[in-house]
Structure formats: structure tokens, C-alpha cells
């Protein structure tokens, strides 16, 4: 019992961290068996029809946020608690009670995210009372985050050893400083907008629409390039497990920094909460103006990500690397990751009539299951330093092609069948 209530307590970064990452992957596995059930409501025969419409709608919302808020940005920002302090030479994390709080904030709201959609709550949900919870737990989660975040933060710019100086931290603590910063601009737009949400839920019910148009509101956090924002730190593992995998010193770090911080910029696309497209149809006056914006909001963080690949992978060139889980895990991490950003690109071209379609959907999977993937590469790479412990290579290594074959599986078909699911919105 000391033990438990030992961990429950504690301000050590290392267990905050941990906390973290292990309720993430619970909730993964969560969000895959939930996944499932609408991958199957989706095949609809009508002598398979798993729940009725209105339950469906539900399922899916919980899903969204199981991937997004339950999934990749906590999984990150554990990981950051857990490994930034140990980059930067710090005794522990800055304001570690803040970390602290930042997971219990995070837990006890999304507790009560899954126990709104179980009451019938949530977005679209029929019971009034369980829709309030949802609006007031989905924002006490994501506050966790922003927390937790600041700590990171605040322990890259005031914690750092003697002599290191922020062009000198390693490329992963970079990009959860650049991501963390992202999120603290990002997500207070989230909370702010669930509590417009919430007086004119509980009230007269006529500014924002109801229960049925919660999703209109805050689609934005659970979609791209939100999600670019939470993915940041899958490509800082990447460039941080592949050059100790080719047994050489990062010969591009500024070019990786610089990437890592392009990338973030998704954050910009994000605060706008509108979809910047690029009209192909009109006149070239209509083009030229649509195409700046889209390339801005759009084009940026795939540009960045393109640049930290392409400046890791100068790595290769002087020494070949060892097959590691690691990298295989970080690798196909940041590929999914870099193809997501790449199909969002071509998502929001106005002609190809994506907007509203499961392609939406496809693009989140890839993003989050890429992400997840260079988490459990971070996880590998760092746990012998972390909890002394190392992991076989050769099993670790099978979960590279697993999630990459379950990754496609999942996202290139609601890519191919690019029309609006029945029944939900995507």
C-alpha cells in the first residue's frame, strides 16, 4: 500500500512521466477495440447493425477523443515529463507538483469524458445533464495537459546545465519545447470555446446551437492540423534514436531544430479554427489567393517535417545503421506522420470534395497511430536509463510492421471510400 500510494503521490518526474504513458496505452487499447466496433457499424448490413444511430453518432465522438486526448498528446507529454529533465542535466522536473496535477487533471477528466458518453452524454448525447459533464470534464483534461506542458517547458528554459544553451538540447527535448508551446497556445482556445459551450448548453440554448452542434464548436482540436501540433515530438524521437542507431553525431542539428520548429506551425492553422483550401476551379486571381493561405497553414508543418527527415537521414550516409526497435518504431512513426500531412494537403483541395468525408477521419488514424508508434520507440530507446530495464529486439522490433500494416488497414480505406460514413461525421 506505501507503494501505491507512494506512486500516486509523487513529485519524482520519472513516475508523473511513467503515469502518463501507461494510462495512454491503456486507453489505446480502449480506443482500438472502439475503433473496431465502428469499423464494423461501417460495413452496414442490415443484419449487422451493432448500435442504433444515435448511439453510433456517440461512439464515434468518444473515439475521436480517445485517439486525440486520450492517445497521442498525453502519450507525448509523458514521455516529455519523463525524459526532458534527463536531457538538459536538471535534478528534476520545474514545478513538479504543477506535472503532477497536470496528470491528475488529465486522468479525473477523461474519467469523466467516458462516463458522459456512457450516461448518454457527450456530443449528441440525449441526456442534458451528461452533455454539461462532457463540457466541463473534456476542458479539466485538456487544462491537465497544458500543465503538464508548462512544467516541460518551463524545465528546457530555466533548468538546463550549466553551459548548454537551447541550440545546443537534444533534438527531442527541442521539439517538446516547440510542441509544448504550441499546445499552451493552441488548446486554451479549446477551453475557452467549451465554456461558451457550456453557459449556452445549460441556458437558453440559442447561441451555439445545443447538444447537436458541440462537435461544430471544437471539431478543430480533434482534427488536423491540431494534430500536427500533438505529433511534434514523434519526429524529435526520430531524430534523436537514428543517429544513435548509425553510431554517428547529427550532422544537420541545425537544419533538424529549424524542421522541428516548422512543424509546429501547425498550431497556426489551428488557432484560425477554419480549413485554409486551395481553389483550383477559379479564375487565377481566385488561385493565387487561395494558394497563399494553403501553403501557409498547410504546406509549413509538411515542409518541416520533410526537413527533419531529410537532414536525419544524412546520417545514413557516412555509416549504416543498426536495425534497431527503435529506429524501426521511430521510422515508421514519422513516415505515417509525414504521409498524414501530406494527404491533409491534399485533403483540402476544394475539388476533390474531401471536406466533411471519412478522409478526414483516415488522416487523424495516421497521424495518431504514426504518432503512438514513435512514443513506444522513445519508450524502448530511453527505458534503460529510465527504469533499467532493456527490451528484446527482435519481439519489440514485429510491433514496427504490425502497427504499420494495422496503421494502413485502418486509415487507407477511409481514405479510398472517401464519402460521408452514415450515420456519422467524420
Known sequence: MTSIADWLTSSDHKKIGRLFTYASLMLALVSAVIGAIVGFERMTPSSFDLVDGGAAVQLFEALRYGLVFGVLAPIFVGLAVLVVPLQVGARSIAFPRLAQFGFWAWFLGTVL????????????????????????????????????????????LTARAPGMSLDRVPPFTWSAL?????????????????????????????????????????????????????????????????????????????????????????????????????????????????????????????LGGLVVVASVALAFKSSLPKVTAPLLLSLVGALMVILAMAGNMVGTIESLGTAGTTYVEGTRVLVVFGGLLAALAGIVFWAPKVSGRTFDNLKVSGLALLGLLGTLAAAVPLWRDCLPAEGLTP
Do not use: C
Open 178 to 302: 516547440v510542441g509544448g508551446a504550441a499546445m499552451v497556445l493552441s488548446l486554451p482556445v479549446m477551453i475557452g470555446t467549451s465554456i461558451y459551450l457550456y453557459v449556452d448548453h445549460t441556458h437558453a440554448r440559442v447561441a451555439f446551437g445545443g447538444n447537436k452542434t458541440v462537435m461544430d464548436h471544437l471539431g478543430f482540436a480533434f482534427s488536423q492540423p491540431q494534430t500536427f501540433v500533438f505529433a511534434v515530438m514523434a519526429l524529435g524521437v526520430f531524430a534523436e534514436v537514428a543517429p544513435v542507431a548509425a553510431r554517428v553525431r547529427q550532422p544537420a542539428r541545425g537544419a533538424v531544430l529549424a524542421g522541428l520548429g516548422l512543424a509546429s506551425t501547425g498550431v497556426l492553422g489551428a488557432v484560425t479554427q477554419s480549413t485554409h483550401t486551395l481553389d483550383v476551379d477559379g479564375g487565377l486571381g481566385d488561385k493565387i489567393q487561395s494558394a497563399l493561405p494553403w501553403l501557409f497553414f498547410n504546406g509549413l508543418p509538411l
Open 113 to 156: 469524458v467516458v462516463v458522459s458518453f456512457v450516461a448518454n452524454g457527450g456530443p449528441g448525447g440525449g441526456a442534458s445533464d451528461m452533455v454539461d459533464l462532457y463540457l466541463m470534464a473534456a476542458p479539466l483534461a485538456v487544462t491537465g495537459l497544458l500543465a503538464a506542458a508548462l512544467a516541460v517547458i518551463a524545465t528546457v
